[in-house]
């Protein structure tokens, strides 16, 4: 089962430069716990526990390392969720359905 983390970091509220700083070394944490990098997503097959366990272990980890320079990552984070890729909608892929009986364009 493939399970998906998404985070995004408030580049709105704080400076690019610290948030791509702080991005990359969360890539590089998240890859190395055997994640893979798609966008702002991380995928692992792993059940839905344990895939949140171990992204909040490296995000904890990088906190803890932050800490001592005086950076709290959670601050910069703007999204930190999770979710199971089976349940997902992509709709930039044709539906199968020929007919969902939605009327496109049309507002009543």
Not at 74 to 98: G, I
Request: with cysteine.
């Amino acid at each position: 089962m493939a399970y998906a983390i998404v985070i995004n970091l408030d580049y709105e509220n704080h400076p690019p430069e610290i948030c791509s700083e702080l991005w990359n070394v969360i890539k590089l944490g998240m890859l190395q716990a055997g994640f893979k990098c798609d966008g702002r997503r991380f995928t692992i097959n792993l059940p839905e526990h344990q895939a949140c366990v171990k992204a909040r272990q490296v995000i904890d980890d990088i906190e803890d390392h932050l800490e001592y320079h005086r950076k709290h990552l959670y601050r910069f984070m703007k999204d930190f969720y999770a979710y199971d890729t089976e349940a997902t909608t992509n709709l930039l892929v044709p539906s199968s359905h020929l007919d969902l009986g939605v009327k496109v364009g049309v507002l009543s």
